[in-house]
């Protein structure tokens, strides 16, 4: 079981999700489940919304829940072995959950609560069978309090990087250093974009160490600038909600 906690710092009372689903004929997971600020992350209220995928065993169909409080509220087949598109809009107001599959509308739950709670967190969880076979697979995942169209897919831009003052390892593809002002300049190739508008970028890295004289990393990207604490895991980190323009140059820069 792979479990993955993500914080969501949500600032209105309406959420959006959309994630695509390859499901199994093997086992059975909770796909998402969001938590709201009535509460705490990995506490099932009636305002954690859910979904759960049931592999049912036989035939080319399992079946898709949409749960609150770990109670069925809509259900669905949905085809094993393929990719399968989730979307969901979630309003603390209205007191309504909207569920898609597939661009096709299975169906608005009405008694949500109607508290004005706003999301905290998300938990993630794919099964897996042994090593690294996953027999819940799950990409494209989208969680934002801003309404974003169901037909929005993420893409990862390649990009060429230019080191100064970094080390890299060539056996696990990782760049270190512990002096501060080394910079990691990345240039984007945006011919991936042709044809799409961009309407979000976010910038990752995948780990990140904390070491003894760098705490910190500024990313620069035209006139965006922030600065973030290296987090202590080694989970990597991220900065969300970029300007959408000028993302040809992205300079990252160590910091004490």
């Not at 959309?18 to 305002?47: C, F, H, R, T």
């Not at 008694?111 to 697979?137: F, L, P």
């Amino acid at each position: 079981m792979v479990v993955q906690k993500i914080t969501i710092p949500a600032e209105t009372t309406k959420l959006y999700v959309s994630l695509e689903l390859y499901p199994k004929n093997i086992s059975s997971a909770w796909v998402i489940q969001v938590y709201m600020s009535d509460g705490a992350y990995n506490s099932s209220k009636n305002s954690t919304a859910q979904i759960y995928y049931n592999y049912n065993n036989s035939g080319n169909y399992g079946i898709l829940y949409l749960r609150t409080n770990d109670t069925t509220r809509l259900q669905t087949p949905i085809t094993k072995e393929k990719w399968n598109k989730i979307y969901l809009a979630i309003d603390s107001e209205a007191g309504t959950i909207d569920f898609y599959l597939n661009g096709d509308k299975v169906g608005t739950y009405t008694g949500y609560v109607k508290t004005g709670v706003k999301a905290i967190s998300a938990k993630i969880d794919c099964d897996k069978q042994s090593g690294s076979s996953y027999q819940t697979r799950m990409r494209n995942i989208i969680i934002s309090d801003h309404y974003f169209p169901m037909n929005e897919s993420i893409i990862m831009v390649p990009a060429t990087v230019k080191a100064e003052g970094f080390d890299f390892n060539s056996s696990n593809n990782l760049y270190s250093t512990e002096t501060e002002n080394s910079t990691l300049q990345v240039t984007t190739d945006l011919s991936v974009l042709n044809g799409y508008k961009v309407t979000a970028v976010n910038v990752g890295m995948g780990s990140t160490v904390l070491g003894d004289t760098i705490k910190n990393v500024k990313l620069d990207m035209g006139a965006y600038s922030k600065t973030k604490e290296i987090p202590a895991t080694g989970n990597g980190m991220y900065f969300d909600g970029l300007p959408t323009t000028n993302i040809n140059k992205i300079t990252v820069t160590t910091t004490k």
